[in-house]
């Protein structure tokens, strides 16, 4: 793009520059007009600068859905001016907080244009600069200093990212180490090490020491990058908009319950994991996440959710050695625009199928709610309470469905659901109290050729080859009919509805699991009357 100069104007400099007019050339574009003191940079660099301040502009006014209060304008525009070099300036670019204007000396002015001239890439200071532009959050984040500049440091780079401009080096790093050592080494560190909080790091304004020595504000940059890393870039949008609306803080800690509460908004998790405390020490504040929705699901602490990166995956390993990998990889994510955070939250349930679940459902089914997060950690964790937890040895010779017709038969037979039960099944046949279990459990009741596929086939149990119904006799102990046979068949039902995926207390347990997993809902409730719905019944025909 080449771009034509405008007639010479003369340009005041801002007010604490303590400088005269200025004979400057403009050279305009949609949203922005750069002043240059010489009439003779080259058209062709020039159109370039222009127009990526322009598009860098846009992405700006997209983030946070907002524009600069104007102030010294030309033609509407926002200012960017070239000044000499004067050694007495204290700055070498500067922008106005929330209103238009920018200023560079001729030294740093000459950064971005030798790039964009020689090698076709961009200095990031008047990328930076912007970001003093848009800033409007003085009053939500303004009392912890290092938001303050630490928006300009991550816009920096979110705006060039999206307007798809490559970075020229900064000092002796060429742009991708420089990008990187803040947003992903910096925020690493912190997290890592039990020494670091957000009170004694941005709140105290002392950074993590590091290598390349950068500041608290980096790191509260870092920290704003979280929610364009994990959410996408509608989420980071809403949270600007959500943060907006937040009263102001007139102190550290309100500043910072404020990120963390338009962190949790936007993105639909409870970022608590961004509050760093000390002795919290995670690889990452993505990973932080993920380990605490983990030990809340799984019920296991921290400690014992090893986490392994590789490359773009993610292994989260449970006590009881389930496993899976999950893609991390913030450039996808960019690309998509969607949230992998949640996305890779909302798949922790489907771990749980051996441990929680088997809690969750039983006590839901026969009791009509899920136990209390005591409750659970005595039934489910490893360091509860209970040394035959469902993560201990005890059960680890149990298959799936064993899992759940043991808790069926403990709860249904003689436990804390067997009056509620025999009341419900006591007189019914073992037939025809498969077909309520069935109905209760999927939400639709089966026909006599289904309940006959789901009763009648054949295994072999130590020698001798039974019926699944006679299967269910031997567990319950009390005949082909009793109320313990039909607890193991409830048991044995719940655990189909599972490995399927189907029906209505399954897919209300994804959904109370998954709540749990997001946004740390409370255990104790009733999930079917607090999560079912139409769409989740199945028909068996």
Avoid: C
Avoid at 133 to 140: E, K, L
Avoid at 207 to 227: E, F, I, K, R
Avoid at 490 to 496: D, F, H, K, S, Y
Wanted: hydrophobic fraction near 40%.
């Amino acid at each position: 793009m080449t771009i034509q100069p405008g007639a010479p104007l003369t340009y005041q400099p801002f007010p604490g520059d303590n400088v005269g007019p200025i004979q400057e050339t403009p050279w305009a574009g949609t949203h922005v007009v750069v002043l240059t003191l010489s009439p003779s940079r080259d058209p062709v660099v020039m159109g370039k600068i222009v127009s990526a301040l322009d598009a860098a502009y846009s992405e700006y006014a997209l983030i946070t859905g907002r524009t600069p209060v104007s102030y010294g304008t030309i033609d509407g525009l926002l200012t960017l001016a070239e000044l000499p070099d004067n050694p007495s300036y204290t700055f070498a670019e500067q922008g106005y907080l929330g209103f238009t204007g920018i200023e560079f000396q001729t030294t740093y002015f000459n950064l971005l244009y030798d790039d964009v001239r020689n090698t076709n890439t961009y200095d990031q200071g008047p990328f930076y600069e912007l970001g003093r532009n848009f800033w409007f959050y003085g009053d939500q984040l303004g009392a912890v200093d290092a938001f303050v500049t630490g928006f300009a440091i991550v816009n920096r780079f979110i705006s060039m990212q999206l307007a798809g401009l490559p970075g020229g080096p900064f000092g002796s790093m060429d742009f991708s180490t420089f990008r990187n050592s803040i947003l992903v080494d910096l925020v690493n560190t912190a997290f890592a090490s039990g020494n670091y909080s957000l009170e004694n790091t941005i709140a105290a304004g002392v950074a993590p020491n590091t290598a390349n020595h950068w500041s608290s504000a980096d790191l509260a940059g870092a920290l704003l990058y979280q929610v364009f890393q994990d959410g996408g870039l509608g989420a980071y949008q809403a949270f600007y908009a959500d943060l907006a609306k937040l009263p102001k803080a007139t102190t550290a800690q309100a500043a910072i319950d404020n990120f963390v509460s338009a962190a949790s908004q936007a993105l639909g998790v409870d970022a608590s994991f961004l509050h760093k405390q000390v002795g919290q020490a995670f690889q990452s504040p993505t990973l932080a996440s993920l380990d605490l929705a983990a030990e809340r699901v799984w019920r296991l602490e921290a400690s014992l959710v090893s986490t392994q990166q590789a490359g773009a995956s993610h292994t989260f390993t449970g006590s009881a050695g389930r496993e899976v990998q999950y893609l991390i990889d913030s450039s996808h994510l960019v690309e998509t625009g969607q949230s992998l955070l949640v996305t890779t939250l909302k798949a922790l349930p489907s771990l749980a199928q051996d441990a929680s679940s088997v809690a969750t459902l039983a006590y839901e089914f026969f009791t009509g709610s899920v136990p209390s997060a005591a409750g659970m950690d005595y039934l489910v964790s490893p360091t509860g309470p209970n040394l035959n937890n469902l993560n201990s040895s005890y059960y680890q010779s149990f298959n799936l469905e064993n899992r759940y017709i043991n808790f069926g038969v403990n709860l249904g037979k003689n436990g804390a659901g067997a009056a509620n039960f025999a009341a419900h099944y006591g007189a019914l046949s073992l037939f025809e109290a498969t077909r309520q279990a069935y109905a209760t459990l999927f939400g639709d009741a089966p026909s006599d050729t289904k309940l006959h596929a789901l009763l009648d086939p054949s295994t072999i149990i130590n020698g001798p080859t039974v019926t699944r119904a006679e299967y269910f006799a031997i567990y319950g102990g009390d005949g082909p009919n009793g109320i313990g046979a039909k607890a193991a068949m409830v048991g044995w039902l719940m655990a189909e509805a599972v490995k399927a995926d189907l029906g209505t207390y399954a897919l209300s347990n994804d959904a109370f699991l998954t709540d749990v997993a997001l946004h740390n809902a409370p255990f104790g409730v009733d999930i079917i009357g607090h999560y079912a719905q139409p769409g989740f019944v199945f028909h068996p025909g």
